[in-house]
């Protein structure tokens, strides 16, 4: 892996391991937040890479719209859906309902 990216991801870490329990982001969300808009694929490919799901929580993570678009990456057919509605958030066909009121902003939520 290039060390650029390492060091990329670890900033990903950081940020996704701030996201409160109940709420969601977006890998554009986080990718925005590092300077680095066009990244949102990067973003995913850090999430997709999370070994410690305790430790980061990668569930938190989904697409602009909330698709749990990373759900293939946990064990288990629905583990990413499951662990969101453990935190209170409903997911319907592999999207987050109400996304907005869950959506949690780095930007606006962690010192730049």
Same mark, same amino acid.
């Given at each position: 892996?290039?060390?650029?990216?390492?060091? *990329?991801?670890?900033?990903?870490?950081?940020?996704?391991?701030? !996201?409160? %329990?109940?709420?969601?982001?977006?890998?554009?969300? !986080?990718?925005?937040?590092?300077?680095?808009?066009?990244?949102?694929?990067?973003?995913?490919?850090?999430?997709?890479?999370?070994? =410690?799901?305790?430790?980061?929580?990668?569930?938190?993570?989904? &697409?602009?719209?909330?698709?749990?678009?990373?759900?293939?990456? *946990? =064990?288990?057919?629905?583990?990413?859906?499951?662990?969101?509605?453990? %935190?209170?958030?409903?997911?319907? =066909? &592999?999207?987050?309902? &109400?996304? %907005? &009121?869950? *959506?949690?902003?780095? *930007?606006?939520?962690?010192?730049?």
């Amino acid at each position: 892996m290039n060390p650029e990216n390492k060091n *990329f991801f670890e900033k990903v870490y950081e940020v996704a391991r701030q !996201i409160p %329990e109940g709420r969601v982001t977006s890998y554009g969300a !986080i990718a925005k937040y590092l300077g680095a808009a066009r990244s949102a694929r990067m973003v995913g490919w850090a999430m997709n890479g999370v070994v =410690d799901r305790l430790e980061i929580p990668a569930h938190r993570v989904v &697409n602009k719209i909330g698709l749990l678009t990373g759900k293939h990456h *946990f =064990d288990g057919t629905n583990l990413m859906q499951q662990l969101l509605e453990n %935190e209170g958030i409903k997911v319907v =066909d &592999n999207q987050v309902v &109400n996304f %907005e &009121n869950y *959506f949690w902003d780095p *930007f606006r939520e962690l010192e730049n």
